[in-house]
C-alpha cells in the first residue's frame, strides 16, 4: 500500500507497531487473524541473559532458547561488537572469496567435531545446511559411481527444515504439510525410536532401539539398497520433548549405514555446540557420521548461520579436476559476519564452561522433571538430556491416550505460563524444555517452579485433581 502518510511506525511506537505486525507480516507457524486474537506477537524490546522483555515492559524467561539457538544467552556485547568489526573492515566476500574469521571458524569446528569431520560447507541456516547435506551424499555417491542411489531415510517425529528438500524428512507433529502434496519420490520414512511409545511394540527402550535399527535395515532392503543414498536423523530428537533411544540405536544404525553404503547424515542443528552436555551429539551417542549439520548453536543466534561438515572420506571425492567439484553455493555461504559471530560465541562456551553447564543443569532439570511428573497426572512422560528435555501430556496415564484438540491444552498451558513469565508456546501434546546454556540452578528452580504451578491450574480447570 502506498499513501502519503506513512504507514511506517516510529520505533516507540506501540500501538502502531502493534497494528503494522499484524498487517504486514508473516509470522512463522501462526496466522494473523489467531495472533490478533491473541493481542498480537510478542514484540522484544530487551534481553539480556535468560531473560526477555517486551514492548509493554513484561520480562519472560526465554524457556527454549528463543528457536533452541540461544546458548549463550541474550545481550553478548562482545559477539555485537565482533560482527560490527567484522562488517566494518570486509562485510562480504567476493566470488569464490573468503575471510579470515570464517577460515578459523571452519578450523575450530573441525577441532571440536569427532574423528576426520574437517570440511565444512557454510550455509545460512539448518535447513539449507540438511539441503547441501542430501546434495552432498547424492552427488558422493555420483562421483564414485553408484548413480542410482537418490532415496532418503529419515524418522517420523524429526524435523529437518522448511525448504522443498526437506520438509518432507521428518514429521513433526506441529507442522502439517497437507498443503505441500505429494511426498517426493525420494523421501523414506521409519520409526522414531521413542521407548514411551514405541511404534513397532518394543517393551523396553533397548527392544524399542533394536526393532527400529532393524525397520532401518528392513526399508533399505525393500527399497533395494543400491537406490539409498543417506539417512537423516537427530542423535536426539526435539519434536517430540527429547527423544533419548537406547545407547545401542546409532552404534546398531551405524552399523547397518556401512553394511550396505548408505552415508549417515547427524543432523546436529539443535544437539551440536554443547545443548546435550556434550559438545555434539556425536559425542553424546558415541557415533561418527558421514556428514553432519549444523545451524542455531554455532553463533548462538547472534548470525544466520549453519553449515554441513563432512568426513575426509566424503570431502575428497570432490577434489581433482573441474568435473570433481561440488557443485553448490548460495551467495551468503560463509559470509564474513557468521565468521566473526561464531568465533565470539564459541570462545565464550569454552571461556564460561557452557557444555560442563548444559551437563549438570540438566541433570538438575532431569530431576525436578520427573519430581513434576510424580505429582501431575496429566504427564506422561518427563523426557531428555541436557538442555534439551520436554513433558509429554496426557489425558489417560494408562492408555496414553492425548486430549482432544477442543480441549485447547497447549493454549491453556502456554496461558498459565506466559502469565508466571515464561516464554514457552506448547505445541500439541509436547511441553518442550531448553532454556539458554547459561542457566543457573536458581533459575531452573524458578522455572520448573513456573511449571508445576501452571500443570496444577490446568489439571484444576480440567477437573482432573
Ligand atoms: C533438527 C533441526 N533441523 C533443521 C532445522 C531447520 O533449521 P532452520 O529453521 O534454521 O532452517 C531445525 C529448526 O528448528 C531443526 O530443529
Redesign the pocket.
Known sequence: MSSQTSNVPAVDDIAGLERAALENMFVGMSNHAQLAEEGGPIILTEASGIRVKDIHGKEYIDGISG??FRNVGHGREEIARAIYEQLSTVSMNVYAGVTPKIIQLAAKIAELTPGDLNRTFFSQ??????ETALKMAQAYHVRTGDKGRYKVISRRY??????YG?MWLGGHPGFPRTDYQPKPANVVHVPQPDPYRCELGGTTAEDCAIRCAQAIEDAILFEGPDSVSALIG?PIS?PLGGVVPHESYWPRVREICDKYGVLLIF?E??TGFGRLGTWFGADFVGVTPDIL?F??GVTSGYW?L?GAVATNNIADIFAGGPEKTFSHMYTYSAHPGGGAAGMAALEIMERENLVQNARQRGEQLSESLNDIMDRHPIVGDARGVGLIQGLELVKDRETKEHFDPSVGLNARLTEKLIDRGIWIRVPAFILPLAPPLIITADEIDELTSAIDESLGEVEKELGLT
Not at 541456516?125 to 540438511?130: L, P, Q
Not at 524429526?158 to 525448504?163: P, Q
Open positions: 528457536m533452541y541456516g539448518g535447513s539449507d545446511a540438511n524429526s524435523y529437518h527444515g522448511a525448504t526437506t537427530e526435539q543432523d542443528v539443535i549439520t545451524a542455531k544466520p549453519g
